[in-house]
Structure formats: structure tokens, C-alpha cells
């Protein structure tokens, strides 16, 4: 059985680029990104939830069709 971890849910998408090989990183994008408090050159930063591989949480839906193949 896959574990329900953000590794296998369909709304997590991982970050090409790694600081730490032993743990990925990438984004939940169950929900449309939020308004974070710091600001750029051009105006202020929207973002998705930043999650390590391993999190979980209870709105888990395992990859399947279109969805686990999506990338931006």
C-alpha cells in the first residue's frame, strides 16, 4: 500500500531543484496560492504552502489520469 504522504497525492508538485537530496521539497497545490507577507521589485509575493515529501495531511488524493502527469 502507498502511504498517504504529499510524494503520492496528485496536488503536490516537486521543485526541480533540491537543497537537500535526503529530503524533497515542493508545493501543495490543493489551493489557489496564498498572499505571503514579503514583497519583491514587483509587488507583493503570492505562493503555495511549501511541504517536504514525507508531510502529510487529510485532504490526500492519490495521483491517477491526468492529474499525475500534470506539470506547469
Avoid at 516537486?14 to 529530503?23: C, G, T
Avoid at 503570492?46 to 495521483?63: A, L
Amino acid at each position: 500500500m502507498t502511504p498517504n504522504t504529499c510524494e503520492h497525492c496528485r496536488w503536490w508538485h516537486e521543485w526541480p531543484q533540491q537543497p537537500n537530496p535526503k529530503r524533497r521539497f515542493g508545493e501543495c497545490r490543493h489551493s489557489r496560492p496564498v498572499l505571503a507577507s514579503m514583497t519583491n521589485g514587483s509587488g507583493v509575493v503570492s505562493k503555495w504552502p511549501s511541504t517536504g515529501h514525507q508531510d502529510w495531511c487529510g485532504d490526500f488524493m492519490p495521483r491517477t489520469g491526468a492529474a499525475a502527469n500534470f506539470s506547469p
